[in-house]
């Protein structure tokens, strides 16, 4: 069974940092990218970050709203991505969820996500 | 910019009607776009892939349709079990719309 469990939320105060982690099973995690999303309460969801596999550059995308705060990676060893927040803001406060990335059957594009994780929740309160 | 505009907000249908769920968005995706099914409390959950192909378990009850712009879930005979957020999603950006909630009368 493909599984993706986060872990590592709770709660922080404004500025400190959190690191974020998805854990993985039942598939090659090596083939896939990895997308983090989050929804804040009662809101819709909102892309974080991804970082495609290794195999397609391995390269890393951010939202402009966590740009040069949050970095994402992953130990392809493990089968595990992490999300660290570094200078966290009242508004990063969300419910966090990591997703793997499939890829369209009509072409090369990576777009949609097959499979989810329950989510961490990130409390950023003074 | 792309935007994804679902309609309507609400919709209050009772079990065994059918629901139309619509999602429009401001440029052509071709057949880019996806469904998720949100419950409270809950992951979202991928229902349609590519348009119109149903994902692994979905049941059959969930169809998609459309391209370009405008694209179409229909829940053919709801179910209790409907009540939930849905949500499309397009290639680029991943950008979701707004989304569409599903109440049972």
């Known amino acids: 069974e493909v599984q993706l469990v986060e872990s590592g939320g709770g709660l922080a105060q404004p500025g400190r940092s959190l690191r974020l982690s998805c854990a993985t099973s039942?598939?090659?995690?090596?083939?896939?990218?990895l997308i983090w999303f989050r929804q804040a309460p009662g809101k819709g969801l909102e892309w974080v970050g991804f970082?495609?596999?290794?195999?397609?550059?391995?390269?890393?995308e951010y939202a402009a709203s966590v740009t040069g705060r949050f970095t994402i990676s992953r130990d392809d060893s493990k089968s595990i991505a992490y999300l660290q927040m570094n200078s966290l803001k009242i508004e990063d406060t969300a419910v966090y969820y990591c997703?793997?990335?499939?890829?369209?059957?009509?072409?090369?594009?990576?777009?949609?996500?097959?499979?989810w994780g329950k989510g961490t929740t990130v409390t950023v309160s003074s | 910019e792309m935007v994804l505009t679902q309609s309507p907000a609400t919709l209050s249908l009772s079990p065994g009607e059918r629901a139309t769920l619509s999602c429009r968005a401001s440029?052509?995706?071709?057949?880019?776009l996806a469904w998720y099914q949100q419950k409270p409390g809950q992951a979202p959950r991928l229902l349609i892939y590519?348009?119109?192909n149903r994902a692994t378990g979905i049941p059959a009850r969930f169809s998609g349709s459309g391209s370009e712009t405008d694209f179409t879930l229909t829940i053919s005979s709801l179910e209790p079990e409907d009540v939930a957020v849905y949500y499309c999603?397009?290639?680029?950006?991943?950008?979701f719309g707004g989304g569409t909630k599903v109440e049972i009368k």
């Open positions: 999603q397009q290639r680029s950006n991943w950008l």
């Open positions: 590519d348009a119109s």
């Open positions: 039942g598939f090659t995690f090596g083939d896939y990218a």
């Open positions: 997703s793997r990335v499939s890829r369209s059957a009509l072409g090369n594009y990576w777009y949609y996500m097959d499979v």
């Open positions: 440029q052509s995706v071709s057949s880019y």
């Open positions: 970082i495609r596999s290794k195999a397609h550059g391995g390269t890393i």
